[in-house]
């Protein structure tokens, strides 16, 4: 294996930015700027039109993805045709972590600007990820890349679970009065974590490489990235099918898996009637598991390959939202689905990871990863539709919950046709012991 300090240091990288996801996103900010415009009487002035308040969050969340869609591939090919891959990581990570720091200062008379500074992070942590994913056929060969991919995966799910653990006991030290100051606390200690864990170890241990590719003559940075984008999405229907099947399969089973993330608190709270602490603890619980799931994938990986182990985890999820339709109804049954849940969420994601970057070109790594996260964020909108159209229709979350089995059976099926050797072969790479 390659530089296992270097290694480290990437993965690392996991653990300094999870702390925003797994507070900031997923726990903390949503009910923190809904609470505050409730409390300033339910509604959200935007530029004079009154937004419910309960709309607020979600429509930053939906700007800050569209933005990506548009700003990552422009910058994956900066990155592939200069020196810039370490920098630009690193630029993108401080941004993010800045704007999580100074969420400290939103209150009641500055839900906007929580909203602008939420919108700056979570376009800064998509733009990081392209450029730290793309380090990975930097880092890795052929066959470590599972292993390090999982261990980047288990690295932030530990990292995310110890943050969120610190959390949780300064929220329990201080008394009702004082919760708001408190969770301003939380947020910003995410952006510290982000920030220091990034400057201790990426920055010092990343090693930036030289492009193969050469600008132009003639062209520009922002010129080139729009006509490369264009290139590159035509490469992929006609030089690399492979991959892009592969690509179109994750797309739908992870938008099923993101979905489940997304509604499993919300059917645990609606239909078991669990307490939001219960729920906190459930999410901490699921920290430290996928961790362990992630290392486990990575096992079953080395003996039946990557490809096998995800579809493997495929079968689980659809076997999750089938005993969550028809036999869950108590808490302990719930913390039994969750703990399944967290052992397939690190495997089938970092499994996912490594073998996508076993089939794109060399030296092309951070404009293919920005499709990646791009493809992935533009489509995340289909699973909570499907859900939301079969409560519309039905009434009842139990069967919107199984609808999802839908993204499960079709990811698996593409991913079962799809050439994994001929992908990797096509795109020029070396195959693994075991594909």
Not at 112 to 135: C, E, K, P, R, T
Not at 302 to 321: D, F, N
Not at 357 to 379: A, C, D, V, W
Not at 382 to 387: E, K, N, S
Request: charged share 10%; proline share 3%.
């Amino acid at each position: 294996m390659k530089n296992q300090r270097e290694i480290f240091g990437w993965g690392m990288y996991d653990w300094a930015n999870s702390a925003f996801s797994t507070i900031v996103v997923t726990t903390f900010l949503g009910p923190y700027l809904t609470a505050l415009a409730e409390a300033s009487g339910g509604v959200v002035n935007l530029f004079g039109y009154p937004l419910e308040g309960a709309g607020f969050y979600p429509l930053c969340v939906s700007i800050s993805v569209g933005l990506q869609v548009f700003v990552l591939p422009i910058l994956g090919a900066i990155a592939d045709y200069s020196h810039l891959k370490k920098r630009l990581m690193l630029t993108f990570a401080y941004i993010g972590a800045i704007a999580t720091v100074l969420l400290f200062l939103v209150t009641s008379d500055l839900i906007l600007l929580g909203g602008l500074l939420f919108i700056i992070a979570n376009l800064s942590f998509g733009a990081a990820l392209v450029f730290y994913n793309a380090f990975l056929p930097d880092i890795a060969g052929p066959n470590e890349r599972d292993s390090v991919s999982s261990k980047g995966f288990a690295l932030g799910y530990v990292g995310g679970g110890l943050a969120l653990l610190l959390t949780l006991a300064v929220l329990w030290w201080v008394s009702e009065e004082n919760r708001g100051l408190a969770i301003r606390l939380s947020l910003a200690g995410a952006g510290l974590w982000w920030l220091v864990f990034t400057f201790l170890f990426p920055q010092r241990r990343l090693v930036q490489r030289d492009p193969v590719h050469q600008l132009p003559h003639g062209e520009t940075y922002l010129s080139h990235s729009f006509k490369q984008l264009g290139r590159t999405i035509k490469e992929l229907f006609y030089k690399y099918p492979t991959t892009l099947r592969f690509l179109i399969a994750y797309l739908i089973y992870n938008d099923g898996i993101q979905t489940i993330n997304t509604v499993a608190t919300i059917f645990a709270s609606s239909e078991l009637g669990l307490s939001t602490s219960t729920l906190v603890q459930v999410v901490l619980m699921i920290q430290f598991v996928a961790a362990l799931g992630a290392m486990f994938f990575n096992f079953l990986a080395g003996r039946l390959g990557a490809k096998k182990a995800i579809m493997l985890s495929l079968v689980v999820w659809s076997g999750l939202v089938i005993y969550a339709y028809g036999f869950l109804y108590t808490a302990t049954q719930f913390w039994i689905l969750a703990a399944f849940l967290a052992m397939v969420l690190g495997g089938s994601q970092a499994l996912s990871r490594s073998l996508f970057s076993q089939m794109i070109p060399k030296n092309r790594e951070s404009e293919y990863f920005s499709l990646y996260e791009i493809s992935e964020r533009g489509t995340s909108w289909l699973g909570p539709v499907v859900f939301a159209l079969a409560l519309q229709l039905t009434g009842a979350q139990r069967i919107s919950i199984v609808m999802l089995i839908i993204f499960f059976v079709v990811g698996l099926i593409l991913l079962a046709l799809t050439d994994v050797k001929k992908a990797i072969t096509e795109a020029g790479n070396e195959l693994p012991a075991v594909v």
